[in-house]
């Protein structure tokens, strides 16, 4: 059921554009707070507003929120193409393969990793929130690659601390616009939501601190590819520091990639991939190291790079 809400502005607020305002008072994002306004859920003083207005302090503000989303659960139905790399009592390492999303989130109504598992008989662990259970790390859904999924209850604890204090070693390879300077290097910028609320993250002051480690391991005349290792491993990580060196990911349409060559060289997502992931093994405290190939996709437009060069 909807609840209806009812405050004065805080003094804190004074000036602020509405829309920003019901953001910070009710922790959602801008976007969706426009929304609430041009649906005509929010009420200033007894009269509906635009979303640009500002707000004045002691103003009287009625606003209806809809609903809590309840976020889906796990559908244990087979993923086409998603391949086991390695299976023990303890851990189960996959090559994701492209459009399939580590665990079910709401909006989200493709494949996920934990369905996969769960449709071709694979147990998994139960700890954490039911709809990703056994998850200790994220893969986007448009990123291919090594991933690992906890199958004992002791392997997802292990498995969580060891990415929580860094010592999992999660290497990507990219292919990005042009030639990164210096062609080996560093990045340590802070990530959070873009200020936009439209889904995209940023390099934002105040943001989680965020290293990437990047070398070029082949140059062409119009794109590069990296060799790339995550100190941390926040949302769109890759994506948004090379974003930020003015070199996107191929075929990186979100961050600002060039369409014109994503489409000459085929590419209809960001070439990226978890190329190799190493840990400790839960049980055994032996250090395991996993690799994959990169898909035919990525295969097929690195061809075409290297053709042109």
Not at 73 to 91: F, H, K, L, R, S
């Amino acid at each position: 059921m909807s609840e209806q809400r009812s405050l004065p502005v805080p003094d804190g607020l004074e000036g602020e554009r509405l829309d920003a305002a019901l953001s910070r008072l009710f922790g959602f994002s801008r976007t969706r707070a426009a929304e609430l306004i041009s649906d005509g859920d929010v009420l200033v003083d007894g009269r509906e507003p635009a979303k640009s207005d500002r707000v004045r302090a002691g103003a009287w503000l009625e606003v209806t929120l809809p609903p809590p989303v309840t976020t889906p659960m796990p559908v244990a139905e087979p993923v086409p193409g998603m391949t086991i790399v390695y299976e023990d009592d303890d851990i189960v390492v996959v090559n994701k393969p492209i459009g399939v999303a580590a665990h079910p989130t709401v909006g989200w109504t493709g494949p996920t990793v934990i369905g996969g598992l769960l449709g071709a008989g694979h147990t998994i662990a139960t700890s954490g929130a039911a709809e990703r259970q056994g998850i200790v790390h994220r893969l986007d859904a448009n990123t291919t690659g090594a991933m690992v999924v906890a199958k004992s209850e002791h392997a997802y604890s292990h498995l969580k601390r060891a990415f929580k204090e860094r010592t999992v070693d999660k290497r990507y390879h990219a292919l990005v616009q042009g030639h990164p300077d210096p062609f080996r290097g560093t990045v340590d910028a802070p990530i959070d939501r873009h200020p936009s609320g439209d889904g995209r993250f940023a390099v934002v002051a105040g943001g989680k601190p965020s290293v990437t480690h990047y070398d070029t391991i082949e140059a062409f005349r119009a794109a590069s590819l990296l060799d790339i290792k995550l100190e941390t491993g926040r949302t769109h990580q890759i994506r948004v520091h090379m974003s930020a060196l003015r070199h996107p990911c191929v075929g990186d349409l979100l961050y600002g990639a060039d369409p014109t060559l994503a489409a000459r060289l085929g590419v209809t997502r960001q070439w990226l991939h978890a190329v190799a992931l190493g840990f400790e093994h839960p049980s055994t405290g032996e250090w395991m190291s996993f690799s994959t190939d990169y898909p035919a996709d990525l295969q097929k437009a690195l061809d075409l790079v290297r053709e042109e060069s």
